[in-house]
């Protein structure tokens, strides 16, 4: 049977790792369109006029001129594409500037990550690229003995200008949209009530699903694997994968740190129970299911959603900008988030096989820890502002509305650090 689809736990069934085939990780980096669109251009750039060279003398509603005009057309096409490229870099770096100073440099990452601005790119040094590689075929006019204009070649320069100017207005569209403050608190919160919807499970009566539970026998042999050379922020743990690993070797994997937490290189990273020794392919393959990168990412960490909200806030209500209605839009994005977590369970931390045995344990991100996160600092930083306060007692008196019973401890005590100041003023 495949792990995949056979791995459960208390609170519901395992999440599926996102970002974590070789695929996706090939498709990541901001560079990978662009490269991807400039080799696509050479090889039809040589090609495309190979194939020409095979057709009739003359196509018929393509490009009709001679060898001196299909040259001076590549030759402007090439001109103008490599300067609207620099256009578009820059305007991408100003972008990114402003987002960091304004913002957080936390949300850097979904700028990067922006499909439109990547196609553009591509598209850009596409036809730049492809018009210089479809120039060297362009034979006559020179002296040749033989004349060749790639007639279609030329009419696909073209029609490639034209799709720039299609990408060029849709980005410059994207840009000014995704500077906007709304636009952008507004979309981090869509993405994290996605993944809290995701990763924490939904049940008819707001109850714990019954799940098995383990701790360590007496005298268990063990074998603790430490991250080695590697270092960075826990991106993902890939359960089904380690519930698999774990069941083949019938032992009980026990992952020490949470997803979202920075691990330095040597730091303990999780301990396998049941065996005394582990080679060095078994550590290896071991490191392929836990992913570790510079920055945290959106694919399990549900508390890196809430930073991002919280580090706006606390930017906006420095002295330098001193925007406290931006601090209230986050926390209206806030309530949002922690609307639906309230109502959820927290996860539980043993991941079964399906044979009801134990085979993770690992440490889920708290609902009470995200509640304290979303709140205790920008209430710290908000105390001497009208607007904030307030807005934190109606999502809270709406969070202990709605919330499970389980939660409401943690939600009045956020509650008091919010009035104790006030009340001790008056």
């Not at 005009?69 to 096409?77: E, H, S």
């Not at 890939?238 to 691990?263: H, N, Q, S, W």
């Not at 209605?325 to 986050?330: F, H, I, L, R, Y």
Request: a negative charge; proline letters at 6%; aromatic letters at 8%.
């Amino acid at each position: 049977m495949n792990p995949r689809e056979t791995s459960t736990r208390a609170g519901g069934r395992t999440p599926k790792v996102e970002g974590s085939s070789w695929w996706t990780k090939m498709w990541m980096p901001f560079w990978a369109i662009p490269v991807a669109s400039v080799v696509a251009a050479v090889a039809a750039g040589i090609i495309i006029p190979w194939l020409e060279s095979w057709l009739t003398p003359t196509i018929p509603y393509v490009f009709q001129g001679g060898p001196e005009g299909a040259r001076g057309l590549l030759g402007t096409i090439a001109t103008g594409m490599i300067s609207m490229t620099g256009l578009v870099f820059s305007i991408t770096m100003v972008t990114l500037q402003l987002a960091s100073s304004q913002f957080t440099p936390r949300v850097l990452g979904s700028f990067l990550d922006s499909r439109i601005t990547q196609a553009t790119l591509g598209v850009f040094t596409a036809s730049f690229v492809f018009a210089l590689t479809v120039t060297r075929s362009v034979m006559g006019d020179f002296g040749d003995t033989a004349t060749f204009v790639p007639q279609l070649s030329v009419t696909i320069a073209f029609v490639l200008v034209l799709c720039s100017v299609g990408c060029f207005l849709a980005f410059i569209h994207h840009i000014t949209n995704s500077i906007q403050v709304c636009e952008v608190i507004s979309g981090i919160g869509d993405h994290t009530l996605a993944l809290a919807d995701k990763m924490y499970p939904e049940t008819a009566d707001g109850s714990s699903i019954a799940g098995p539970t383990w701790s360590p026998p007496p005298d268990t042999p063990r074998v603790e694997v430490s991250t080695s050379k590697r270092h960075g922020q826990i991106t993902y743990i890939d359960y089904d994968r380690l519930t698999g690993f774990a069941k083949e070797r019938d032992i009980v994997i026990t992952v020490d740190r949470p997803v979202g937490m920075f691990l330095a290189e040597g730091q303990k990273l999780m301990r396998l129970w049941g065996i005394s020794e582990l080679d060095q392919d078994e550590q290896e393959k071991l490191y392929g299911f836990i992913g570790l990168g510079a920055e945290r990412q959106m694919w399990q960490d549900v508390a890196f959603g809430i930073r991002q909200l919280v580090d706006i806030a606390e930017r906006a209500l420095s002295p330098g900008i001193n925007d406290p209605t931006t601090a209230v839009q986050c926390i209206n994005e806030l309530h949002r988030v922690l609307r639906c977590l309230v109502g959820r369970t927290t996860p539980s931390s043993f991941i079964a096989d399906e044979d009801g045995n134990v085979r993770v344990v690992h440490p889920p991100q708290s609902i009470e820890d995200l509640i304290d996160l979303a709140v205790a600092e920008i209430n710290h930083y908000g105390k001497g502002s009208l607007q904030v306060p307030r807005r934190l007692r109606v999502m809270l008196d709406d969070l202990e509305d709605v919330s499970l019973q389980r939660y409401l401890p943690a939600i009045r005590r956020v509650r008091q650090d919010v009035d104790g100041p006030l009340e001790s003023v008056g």
